[in-house]
């Protein structure tokens, strides 16, 4: 772990990078459903995308709450583009920790440079809670792969260039997997309509004798599902920061339209009760983060409860989220209904935090488990 300086100076250099480059482009993202591509050209600035990824290639194996740091700061003026990085990192989290040399070469060198855009694909139609339950197949074909199935619900789709593949195997057991955009038997569903989130394309992907060679199995063929249970610990804690970063926006945007709008004669915010539920939030929102970095630095040295706090940050800033974007509406009056103000597109942006990457029904299973298991 570093210095708290450090993470401070860290947490400055993104917030201004996000402030100058990115913001001023995030209500267009979500109107025009627009991929955030400018934000990725900021993202070169910084080497961010390469923040997690191995220094053999590149990377900067920067830490787990270095990570959730950039996220937070990135979401607080931006969900889509804190989403796309995201999404990034965790189709590239096991490629970085289990892919081989080759593999690694072809798609951790050119992502360092900030190069590609990455999906993970894990999520079917029967049910995402239910990942056991994933019926895409790969089979061996002498030195290469055969992947057949469909996944749904893919962050990224139609814009990545690479697709982190969770297949089964055999009858027990998964293998993740590594398609190419060009690979032959690749397809796209049609584009989600959704609530938020607008700048990110969202959409089926289909693989229909999809053949890749054999480099690109991610490890052991038979380890799958261990990688990505384990990558969903790593994850967690980077939706939590993405939830946080959603919360500390609407909140201070909440706070300068209370000091600005004046209502019989006085601010807003010089009433008691305007005081009471930005005293609150503010205070919801810090508990939260503390719960968040406790999580970052149990994930990152390996504790034995990491997964289970991972989930309850998850639960809990993703809640955080909801509730303060929900009350920076309210705060607004009637201009928190229009989009001339960022809450209401910070209140639609916050409600996916309590559902991908495990809903928080999921999250609360996960931390009964842990809990009863002791
Ligand atoms: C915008 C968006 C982006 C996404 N991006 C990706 C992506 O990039 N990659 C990917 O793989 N997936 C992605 N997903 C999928 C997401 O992870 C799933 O939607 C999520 O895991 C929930 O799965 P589901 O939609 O199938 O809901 P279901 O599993 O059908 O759940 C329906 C309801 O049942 C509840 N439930 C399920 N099991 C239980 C239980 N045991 N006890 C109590 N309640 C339960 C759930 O909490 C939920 O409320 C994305 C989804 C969205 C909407």
Redesign the pocket.
């Known amino acids: 772990m570093l210095d708290r300086e450090d993470y401070e100076a860290f947490r400055s250099s993104v917030r201004r990078l996000a402030e100058d480059k990115i913001a001023p482009h995030a209500a267009s993202y979500d109107e025009e459903s627009r991929f955030p591509e400018e934000t990725l050209e900021a993202f070169k600035e910084l080497d961010i995308v390469g923040l997690p990824l191995r220094e053999s290639h590149g990377g900067n194996a920067a830490d787990v709450l270095v990570q959730a740091i950039c996220l937070e700061e990135v979401a607080r003026v931006c969900a889509t583009s804190s989403l796309t990085l995201m ?1 990034i990192w ?1 189709g590239l989290n096991p490629i970085n920790i289990w892919g081989g040399d080759k593999l690694a070469d072809e798609v951790i060198a050119p992502a360092v440079r900030g190069d590609v855009v990455v ?5 079917e139609a029967h ?4 990942m056991w339950g994933a019926k895409t197949t790969a089979r061996r074909d002498g030195d290469e792969w055969i992947i057949n199935g469909k ?6 789709a139609t814009r990545s260039d690479w697709y982190t593949v969770l297949c089964r195997t055999g009858e027990t057991t998964f293998g993740v997997f590594v398609v190419h955009k060009d690979d032959p038997g690749l397809s796209f569903g049609r584009l ?1 309509k ?1 609530m938020g ?1 607008r700048g ?1 394309p ?1 959409a089926d992907v289909n693989f229909e004798n999809c053949r890749i060679p054999g480099h690109r199995a991610v490890g052991d063929p038979e380890k799958g599902y261990d990688y990505i249970t384990s990558s969903l610990t790593r994850a967690r804690p980077m939706i939590a920061a993405q939830a946080l970063g959603i919360a500390q926006g609407a909140l201070e945007g909440a706070v300068s339209y209370t000091n600005e709008r004046e209502i019989f004669g006085k601010p807003v915010s010089s009433y008691q009760m305007t005081k009471g539920t930005i005293a609150e939030l503010a205070t919801k929102i810090e508990a939260a983060r503390q719960l968040l970095y406790r999580a970052c630095e149990a994930v990152e040295n390996g504790e034995g409860n990491a997964r289970m706090l991972a989930s309850m940050a998850k639960l809990t800033c993703s809640n955080v989220a909801m509730e303060t974007t929900v009350e920076a509406v309210q705060l607004h009056g009637g201009a928190g209904y229009v989009r001339d103000y960022p809450a209401e597109r910070m209140m639609r942006d916050a409600k ?1 935090t309590q ?8 999250q609360k ?1 996960i931390i009964a488990k842990s809990i009863l298991a002791n």
């Open positions: 999404v965790s999906s993970i694909c894990l999520t049910g995402g809670s239910d996944k749904s619900w893919i962050s990224n989600e959704k989130m990110s969202t996916i559902i991908y990457e495990g809903t928080s029904e999921i299973l």
